[in-house]
């Protein structure tokens, strides 16, 4: 028992690592503020382009959202990172996770964003049309805002989705909070850093999920 707690819970082993591990928690919330404002606006300039007239268009942004949804986010990271060379595309780690998670995190808000605007009866947008709005004061104004309001547990839910995602950029090198953990864990031939970090992510989404969670039972009731 002493064995195991000293390879997974070694305090000294985690004081000496948390600086590195902090510095990797750095790298990872600065993904997560590039990515989940861009995944946010994506996914909803897809959500309001699959609604407009162009039967082209939709079926275009109808094949973007099953691919990327279908597409396991670590195959679409390697395809890029390792593919765009080919292309003559060059990008940094940090660039080439951020693109892979918009367009992973953008198909899936989207859809999110399609039910809630689905979930607004036409009704209200008949409504906002005869008082004088226009379209698009119609939707930043009525629509879209119901629309949130309505998924808005289920925003959350994959907002915390992509903040898991991020340790995939371990991948490429990037150092972010899991790559840190693990470059202490080859140095110091013990595991308590991948624990730290497992506490890190503990302590940021845990109260994020209970959040999403009375969000739901609010909506609910």
């Given amino acids: 028992m002493d064995a195991i707690l000293q390879q997974f819970f070694n305090l000294d082993i985690m004081r000496q690592a948390a600086p590195l591990v902090l510095r990797g928690l750095g790298m990872t919330l600065l993904v997560c503020a590039a990515v989940i404002p861009l995944g946010l606006t994506g996914g909803l300039l897809v959500a309001l382009g699959s609604r407009l007239h162009s039967k082209v268009?939709?079926?275009l942004l109808a094949g973007f959202i099953d691919v990327l949804r279908a597409l396991p986010p670590?195959?679409?990271?390697?395809?890029?990172?390792?593919?765009?060379?080919?292309a003559?595309?060059?990008?940094?780690?940090?660039?080439?996770v951020c693109l892979a998670l918009f367009l992973n995190s953008s198909a899936y808000y989207g859809e999110v964003y399609r039910a809630g605007l689905d979930s607004v009866s036409h009704g209200q947008w008949e409504a906002a049309r005869s008082?004088?709005?226009?379209?698009?004061?119609?939707?930043a104004y009525v629509m879209v805002p119901q629309a949130v309001r309505n998924v808005l547990p289920d925003l959350v839910s994959n907002?915390?989705?992509?903040?898991?995602?991020t340790s995939l950029a371990s991948v490429v090198a990037l150092p972010e909070m899991l790559y840190s953990a693990?470059?202490?864990?080859?140095?110091?031939?013990?595991?308590?850093?991948?624990?730290l970090a497992a506490l890190i992510y503990l302590a940021l989404l845990w109260p994020v999920v209970r959040l999403m969670s009375r969000l739901e039972h609010r909506l609910g009731t």
């Fill in 88 to 96: 003559g595309i060059r990008l940094s780690p940090f660039a080439c």
């Fill in 159 to 165: 907002t915390v989705e992509v903040v898991k995602l």
């Fill in 74 to 86: 670590l195959v679409l990271l390697i395809a890029i990172s390792a593919g765009l060379p080919f």
């Fill in 182 to 195: 693990d470059m202490a864990r080859s140095v110091t031939f013990n595991s308590s850093p991948i624990v």
């Fill in 131 to 139: 008082t004088g709005l226009g379209a698009l004061q119609t939707l």
């Fill in 57 to 59: 268009l939709r079926t």
